[in-house]
């Protein structure tokens, strides 16, 4: 097992582009997060699944933000029309239901809207 | 308002250096956790505490849950250039854990 994976680890884009985000878990972790990072902060919670099923958004996430995991597996975080205040460190990270011991973080994905 | 407040925000020392940061907050916790981050990586845990007063030791780190629950320390004894971080306390909501804004160590060679 190589841990949690995410991809890209960087992306530039242009203020109003769409930018999709993918986390692989590890394999048997059924529980699901995306967090926020921005610099000298600590992660802020963004959505949780559990499976298949978003169980709870942050109002952190807003319409154009956009979660799915379709088949309990991998992931995607979508930003449609990009704003620079965008800018951040996206986390992703897994945990087993009964893991009540702490999460296994990806590395991240850097995104700089300019 | 932050649930949970650590400081210092930020910390540098020289190599050999003894140092502390805290993790506060008003509520009582049934459990909390340490995180080092290192920049360009995503957090890795550190260590979990759940009993008011407990202290955990891993090798010059040593962390401790306050009495009432609702605080915790984190000492570094002898700190070492590769202590260098963000050190983040975090601890469970519903569903979530809910991070400290962390404090940044930089230890000098």
């Known amino acids: 097992d190589t841990g949690v994976s995410q991809n890209p680890r960087h992306k530039i884009t242009k203020r109003g582009q769409n930018v999709t985000f993918r986390c692989d878990p590890i394999?048997?972790?059924?529980?699901l997060y995306w967090y926020r990072q921005t610099l000298g902060q600590g992660p802020e919670f963004l959505t949780y699944?559990?499976?298949?099923?978003?169980?709870?958004k942050s109002r952190l996430l807003s319409d154009r933000f956009s979660a799915e995991r379709p088949k309990g597996s991998f992931s995607t975080l979508e930003i449609q029309r990009t704003e620079q205040g965008d800018s951040a460190m996206y986390l992703c990270?897994?945990?087993?239901?009964?893991?009540?011991?702490?999460?296994?973080f990806g590395s991240g994905t850097r995104l700089t809207v300019v | 308002t932050q649930l949970l407040e650590q400081s210092p925000q930020f910390l540098s020392i020289q190599e050999g250096e003894n140092l502390t940061v805290y993790c506060n907050s008003s509520s009582v916790f049934s459990s909390l956790q340490w995180y080092r981050q290192e920049p360009g990586e995503g957090p890795v845990l550190l260590v979990t505490?759940?009993?008011?007063?407990e202290v955990k030791k891993l090798k010059r780190l040593t962390f401790q849950f306050g009495d009432a629950r609702k605080d915790s320390s984190l000492h570094i004894t002898a700190a070492q250039p590769g202590d260098t971080g963000l050190y983040l306390c975090?601890?469970?909501?519903?569903?979530?854990?809910?991070f400290g804004t962390g404090t940044r160590l930089k230890v000098l060679a």
């Open positions: 394999s048997e972790h059924n529980r």
């Open positions: 699944f559990q499976n298949e099923a978003q169980l709870e």
């Open positions: 505490v759940v009993t008011g007063g």
């Open positions: 975090a601890i469970r909501g519903t569903y979530k854990y809910i």
């Open positions: 990270a897994s945990s087993l239901e009964t893991d009540d011991y702490g999460y296994t």
